[in-house]
T-cell receptor, first 116, second 112 residues
């Protein structure tokens, strides 16, 4: 299947700093990308959906000023956690799919963020 | 809204045992149904899918049948292996939406 690469796979940062996570589709053009957050032993919660060249659509309860999403090209989306705090520590997973009504979504390997 | 309910874990089985993980869904329209698997420290991998009623998805010995009458998509495997130990997520994608909604996940542990 298609490959989605997420970078970094883990990051530790200090409270108050910002962290950027990249999600790349390596062998297809990702019209739509999704960002999920996963707490320990829990399911994936969709944070936002982004389409290339337009603003992301955030799910209810997700602060768009805190979780900045940019989808500037068909192969790259970034999630920036601004002014991170310990409660932002989590596993963040991106997903990408190509255009089409029934195309499969492919997932990155995830990024474990720890804010100290 | 749309939702997915799957059996809570953890589930612990001996190698070569029969596996069933129950999954039911609530959705308007005609969703596509999926099972994803997550190995420790990794992202999700699509295990199998079914896009319409009575379809059976299968992969790596796992099977699930799309049952519209019972709104279910139970995951089964006849003989599990230690390497099947992972977290399994049932999910749906509504026909009118692009986002995927996940169940809570079921942790499976297989004893040698």
């Amino acid at each position: 299947g298609a490959v989605v690469s997420q970078h970094p796979s883990w990051v530790i940062c200090k409270s108050g700093t910002s962290v950027k996570i990249e999600c790349r589709s390596l062998d297809f053009q990702a019209t739509t990308m999704f960002w999920y957050r996963q707490f320990p032993k829990q399911s994936l919660m969709l944070m936002a959906t982004s389409n290339e060249g337009s603003k992301a659509t955030y799910e209810q309860g997700v602060e768009k000023d805190k979780f900045l999403i940019n989808h500037a090209s068909l192969t790259l989306s970034t999630l920036t956690v601004t002014s991170a705090h310990p409660e932002d520590s989590s596993f963040y997973i991106c997903s990408a799919r190509a255009d089409g009504t029934d195309t499969e979504a492919f997932f990155g390997q995830g990024t474990r963020l720890t804010v100290v | 809204g749309d939702s997915v309910t799957q059996m809570e874990g953890p589930v612990t089985l001996s190698e070569e045992a029969f596996l069933t993980i129950n999954c039911t869904y609530t959705a308007t329209g005609y969703p596509s149904l999926f099972w994803y698997v997550q190995y420790p420290g990794e992202g999700l991998q699509l295990l199998l899918k079914a896009t319409k009623a009575d379809d059976k998805g299968s992969n790596k010995g796992f099977e699930a049948t799309y049952r519209k009458e019972t709104t279910s998509f139970h995951l089964e495997k006849g003989s599990v292996q230690v390497s099947d130990s992972a977290v399994y997520f049932c999910a749906l994608r509504d026909s009118s939406a692009s986002k995927i909604i996940f169940g809570s996940g079921t942790r499976l542990s297989i004893r040698p």
